[in-house]
């Protein structure tokens, strides 16, 4: 079947530091894989995304490579802010069924 | 342009009653999709609408049903409802273009449902 784990929360760093969140995927086919983030009190926004093996998707900061040989999507930034503070979904596109298929989440807190 | 909008933002309701969530899809949007967020985990589908009928379905039993009108907007009907069912219940709209592989879902913000 097709899921998604991710590394557990929640995670604790100081401003500046550097941050990975662990993505692994299992699925049929060749997925498209996204990381989303939620907001306190939001609903879920899209952060990058990889649409085949070897690509990366970058934004605000944050890059992830789509590595096919180890089924994995981890999540980086080289330097957090207190505004990246939220909870980090990473999650793969199933395109005949059309739909998303997330990890659990993790809990990013940056303290200042 | 208005994003995914939805309503009510949170809810409350007893066990054993219905409850109908709406969902208005971004313009020019003409799909819309449901998930369940409960607390402390990755939102999971329940089911897509596109052209008035159910597409796909996610494992969700039957007391979980919904509706597309021709205006593209979407209701999410549960009935007899369970303490289980209290979440974050996220609406998302795309526009249907199955030879693409370039996903492009947006989310509402959400409405927040309790059950007691």
């Known amino acids: 079947g097709n899921s998604v784990t991710q590394m557990e929360g929640p995670v604790t760093l100081s401003e500046e530091a550097f941050l990975t969140i662990n993505c692994t995927y299992t699925?049929?086919?060749?997925?498209?894989l996204f990381w989303y983030v939620q907001y306190p009190g939001e609903g879920l926004q899209l952060l990058l995304k990889?649409?085949?093996?070897?690509d990366k998707g970058s934004n605000k900061g944050f890059e992830a490579t789509y590595r096919k040989e180890t089924t994995s999507f981890h999540l980086e930034k080289g330097s957090v802010q207190v505004s990246d503070s939220a909870v980090y979904f990473c999650?793969?596109?199933?395109?005949?069924?059309?739909?998303?298929?997330f990890g659990q989440g993790t809990r990013l807190t940056i303290n200042p | 342009d208005a994003g995914v909008t939805q309503s009510p933002t949170h809810l409350i309701k007893t066990r054993g009653q219905q409850v109908t969530l709406r969902c208005s899809p971004k313009s020019g949007h003409d799909t819309v999709s449901w998930y369940q967020q409960a607390l402390g985990q990755g939102p999971q589908f329940i089911f897509q609408?596109?052209?008035?009928?159910?597409?796909q379905r996610g494992n969700f039993p039957d007391r979980f049903s919904g509706h597309q009108f021709p205006n593209y907007s979407s209701e999410l009907n549960v009935n007899a409802l369970l303490l289980g069912d209290s979440a974050l219940y996220l609406c998302?709209?795309?526009?249907?273009?199955?030879?693409?592989?370039?996903?492009?879902?947006?989310f509402g913000s959400g409405t927040q449902l309790s059950v007691l």
């Open positions: 699925a049929t086919g060749y997925p498209s």
């Open positions: 609408y596109y052209e008035e009928e159910e597409r």
């Open positions: 990889a649409t085949k093996a070897d």
């Open positions: 998302a709209s795309s526009y249907r273009d199955l030879r693409s592989t370039n996903e492009k879902l947006f």
């Open positions: 999650a793969l596109f199933i395109q005949g069924a059309q739909k998303l298929v």
